[in-house]
């Protein structure tokens, strides 16, 4: 007989490994768990020589890997409803922007908050996507915009991390607008993000990685290269904030530096894409963010299908264009806004999430080796993951 801690059975487990079935699906399938870790997986007639501490009967029901929500902009101050209202009178993402609206009002408000602060005010939405079964999140600096309180938000990340439990990934994005002390000075800026944010960000190991809004109204692609050589010099993986409100290829830049994903990227054509498969680099889709500002130019999906690129979906939790923490509402966005398939879809929350976060060993699969986190559904159809909105919320098996 073979020890293990705990043996999940009688389940439909959407293991999310390449088995040749949807999914990964083990139908009737079988988890035995040790030292927080799967051990083993299979059918549950094959299961019997476990001698485990715990059991668990599945009864037929789902089980998934926890959820991974892989682009958020969770740690900020204020609130920005108003804005909301301009957009409902008739303005538009550029128009609150060059108000002096947008990123810049929460940028006034993080500076002002204490770390302790950020924390609190941060936890409800950390407890929210909890709630439906997320246990891995990354979280953007990028409201500091000065060395400080880029800092600030960082170690603020890792605070909520010790409070909740959440494996956090950080994420620095101190090229995320022009903070307005260098509103005549972008080459300084620049200098300032590549001489000194970032190197403190590496030297204090407070970021898991660097990220750039690329965009007419954020950073040219010369200034986002020179962030990428900055952060490569110091070790640190990048992503991007790529082709949202435009096409300046910034899919096919974040490419070249062999980026972990390119996020937004509605714009995206088809020359980047090619660059994003020959590096492996995830498409990340934001669809909560595509519906609050009413965009219509939709990202090309069927050519990451055509060209085998990896999609992830998440929330983009911000407090101007995607103010929610409801990933599985974004999952059910993805498919009917998106087009995407079931399949697709749960692949974005857990595998191909994982591999926008460079966790895709660890996280985001029940397979052998990887940390045992699980989810039981009240469910007995994956299907239902993404299409029932409201109460239908996961029980946390491991955590």
Not at 328 to 341: E, I, R, V
Request: net charge negative.
């Amino acid at each position: 007989m073979t020890k293990c801690d705990l043996l999940i059975k009688h389940a439909e487990l959407i293991t999310c490994t390449d088995n040749g079935q949807v999914c990964g699906l083990i139908s009737n399938g079988a988890v035995a768990v040790s030292d927080n870790k799967i051990i083993w997986t299979g059918s549950s007639a094959s299961c019997k020589n476990f001698d485990a501490l715990s059991t668990v009967d599945a009864q037929g029901q789902v089980v998934t890997p926890a959820l991974i929500d892989c682009h958020t902009h969770l740690i900020f101050g204020g609130n920005r409803a108003n804005e909301f209202a301009m957009r409902l009178a008739g303005a538009n993402y550029e128009d609150i922007a060059r108000a002096g609206g947008g990123i810049l009002s929460t940028v006034k408000a993080t500076r002002e908050a204490s770390i302790e602060t950020l924390v609190e005010a941060a936890l409800p939405r950390a407890e929210h996507l909890m709630s439906q079964g997320v246990r891995t999140v990354e979280i953007k600096s990028g409201y500091g915009l000065d060395l400080d309180n880029e800092l600030k938000m960082l170690k603020a990340a890792k605070l909520l991390a010790e409070h909740t439990g959440l494996k956090v990934s950080t994420t620095l994005l101190a090229a995320h607008a022009l903070p307005p002390e260098y509103k005549d000075n972008r080459a300084g800026y620049i200098d300032l993000i590549c001489k000194e944010i970032i190197p403190q960000a590496a030297k204090l190991k407070l970021a898991d990685a660097v990220d750039a809004f690329c965009e007419g109204i954020g950073f040219t692609v010369d200034e986002t290269r020179q962030v990428f050589e900055a952060a490569a010099r110091w070790g640190l993986p990048v992503k991007l904030h790529a082709d949202q409100l435009s096409n300046l290829s910034g899919a096919g830049l974040v490419a070249e530096f062999g980026g972990l994903s390119a996020d937004h990227i509605e714009y995206t054509d088809e020359a980047s894409i090619k660059k994003m498969a020959q590096a492996d680099t995830v498409a990340t889709l934001l669809p909560y963010a595509f519906y609050a500002l009413q965009e219509t130019q939709k990202p090309p999906i069927d050519l990451f299908r055509k060209h085998g690129i990896d999609m992830a979906i998440a929330t983009d939790c911000n407090p101007g264009t995607a103010p929610t923490t409801n990933l599985l509402q974004c999952l059910h966005m993805a498919c009917t806004q998106f087009g995407l398939t079931v399949e697709e879809a749960i692949l974005g929350v857990t595998k191909h999430a994982a591999k926008a976060l460079n966790l895709d060993e660890a996280r985001g699969q029940i397979a052998k080796g990887f940390d045992a986190q699980l989810l039981l559904w009240p469910i007995k159809d994956v299907a239902d993951m993404v299409y029932w909105q409201g109460n239908k919320l996961p029980q946390v098996i491991t955590d």
